[in-house]
C-alpha cells in the first residue's frame, strides 16, 4: 500500500515536471520559420534548391538563405503575396511561379522601395549568388516585425536583380520568376 501511494507521488511529480516543457513548444516553434525553395517550371515546381530560415530579432526579420544551383550575380528576392508556387496564365502562355501573385503589400501602398523604403513590406535586400551558385546570405527586413504574419506567403527569387525602384522596370527589374517556396508549408 505504501508502495502505492509513493509510485502515485512519483508518476504526478513527472507530470508536473513535463507540463512547462509541453505548454513552451508553441512558442518556441514560432521563433523561426523554415521554408525550402523549388525551381520553377511552366508545370510548378522541380528540385528543391535549399532552405530559408526566417528568425525575429530587434532589428527586424532576418531571412538566412542556404541555397544552391542559381545562376551567379545579383537576384531580386521577396515576399510574395500568395502561399501558391504554381504557374499562372497570361494571354494563353504559362507564368511560371505567377500563382505567387505580387510583392506582399499589407499596407496596399503599391510601391516598390525596397527593404529600408516605405513601399511593399515583402521587398527583401538583393540576394547575392556566388560564382559556384550558392547563396548563404542574412537578409534583414526593418519591416517585418512579426514573424507569425509572414505564415502563408511565399518567397519568389527572380532572375534579375533589384534596384528597389519601379524605375525604369517595374518591381525593382528582377523579372521572371526561378525559385519558390511557401513560408511555413
Ligand atoms: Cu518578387
Not at 152 to 161: E, L, M, P, S, T
Request: charged residues 15%; neutral net charge; aromatic residues 2%.
Amino acid at each position: 500500500m505504501i508502495t502505492t501511494i509513493r509510485w502515485t507521488g512519483l508518476a504526478a511529480g513527472l507530470l508536473l515536471a513535463t507540463a512547462p516543457v509541453l505548454t513552451a513548444a508553441p512558442a518556441r516553434a514560432a521563433d523561426s520559420l523554415t521554408t525550402t525553395l523549388h525551381r520553377l517550371t511552366a508545370d510548378g515546381t522541380g528540385e528543391a534548391i535549399g532552405t530559408i530560415t526566417i528568425t525575429e530579432t530587434s532589428k527586424g526579420a532576418v531571412f538566412k538563405t542556404d541555397l544552391k544551383g542559381l545562376p551567379p550575380g545579383d537576384h531580386g528576392i521577396h515576399v510574395h503575396q500568395n502561399g501558391a508556387c504554381g504557374p499562372s496564365e497570361s494571354n494563353g502562355t504559362k507564368v511560371p511561379g505567377g500563382a505567387a501573385g505580387g510583392h506582399w503589400d499589407p499596407a496596399s501602398t503599391g510601391k516598390h522601395e525596397g527593404p529600408a523604403g516605405h513601399g511593399h513590406r515583402g521587398d527583401l535586400p538583393v540576394l547575392k549568388v556566388a560564382a559556384d551558385g550558392t547563396a548563404k546570405e542574412s537578409l534583414t527586413a526593418p519591416a517585418i516585425k512579426d514573424l507569425s504574419a509572414l505564415k502563408g506567403h511565399a518567397i519568389i527569387v527572380h532572375a534579375g536583380g533589384d534596384n528597389y525602384s519601379d524605375e525604369p522596370k517595374p518591381l525593382g527589374g528582377g523579372g521572371a520568376r526561378l525559385a519558390c517556396g511557401v513560408i511555413g508549408g
